[in-house]
């Protein structure tokens, strides 16, 4: 007692983890995720942007469905790099986040084809809103392709599971390369 053995691991200030600069790390984005991630939100503002040039139209009603849906979906997709980047993921739980992430991918990039198509369906061609939905195509694609990605990795894993031929240490090295 003499040395302070007995008191001396409850007493000790346990120390913190380093910080972050800013608290932001893209270590949870590995692989196809990270570009994917980043294009989004990028090919979104690209379509917002031409969007927002438009100066007249003879049928503003696909023109207000696309903006809404673009807008919406760039906010979106950046609030959930957000979260994949900061202290948020671990906050909210891996298992949530992927799967708010999976379903908001999908309606995001349903609602936005269909925004694209009615924007080109009714357009009286200026050549901003052209550009405009060959990037809302373009957002639309890399959204539902996110999508495609998971679900076809989801498709594998259980495929591989059901073989009962892989073991816990493998599907995390699979889960790891593919992620």
Same mark, same amino acid.
């Given at each position: 007692?003499?040395?302070?053995?007995?008191?001396?691991? %409850? =007493?000790? !200030?346990?120390?913190? $983890?380093?910080?972050? !600069?800013?608290?932001? =790390?893209?270590?949870?984005?590995?692989?196809?995720?990270? !570009?994917?991630?980043?294009?989004? !939100?990028?090919?979104?503002?690209?379509?917002?942007? *031409?969007?927002?040039?438009?100066?007249?139209?003879?049928?503003?009603?696909?023109?207000?469905?696309?903006?809404?849906?673009?807008? %919406?979906?760039?906010?979106?997709?950046?609030?959930?790099?957000?979260?994949?980047?900061?202290?948020?993921?671990?906050?909210?739980? @891996?298992? @949530?986040?992927? @799967?708010?992430?999976?379903?908001?991918?999908? #309606?995001?990039?349903?609602?936005?084809?269909?925004?694209?198509?009615?924007?080109? #369906? =009714? +357009?009286?061609?200026?050549?901003?809103?052209?550009?405009?939905?060959?990037?809302?195509? *373009?957002?639309?694609?890399?959204?539902? #392709? $996110?999508?495609?990605?998971?679900?076809?990795?989801?498709?594998?894993? +259980?495929?591989?599971?059901? @073989?009962?031929?892989?073991?816990? $240490?493998?599907?995390?090295?699979?889960?790891?390369?593919?992620?």
């Amino acid at each position: 007692m003499e040395n302070g053995a007995v008191y001396g691991p %409850t =007493t000790e !200030p346990r120390c913190k $983890e380093p910080r972050r !600069p800013c608290g932001c =790390t893209r270590h949870r984005l590995k692989g196809w995720r990270l !570009p994917a991630k980043v294009l989004q !939100p990028f090919l979104s503002l690209l379509a917002v942007i *031409f969007e927002e040039i438009v100066e007249d139209c003879s049928n503003c009603g696909g023109l207000y469905f696309f903006e809404f849906t673009s807008c %919406t979906a760039f906010l979106l997709s950046l609030l959930i790099l957000c979260v994949y980047c900061t202290v948020a993921y671990e906050t909210f739980g @891996k298992d @949530k986040v992927e @799967k708010v992430n999976f379903w908001a991918m999908l #309606a995001i990039g349903v609602i936005f084809l269909l925004a694209s198509i009615v924007l080109a #369906a =009714t +357009n009286s061609s200026p050549v901003p809103a052209i550009m405009a939905y060959v990037f809302g195509f *373009f957002a639309s694609m890399a959204f539902l #392709a $996110e999508v495609g990605m998971e679900y076809l990795l989801l498709l594998f894993l +259980n495929f591989l599971f059901q @073989k009962d031929s892989i073991t816990l $240490e493998s599907y995390k090295s699979l889960q790891y390369l593919v992620m």
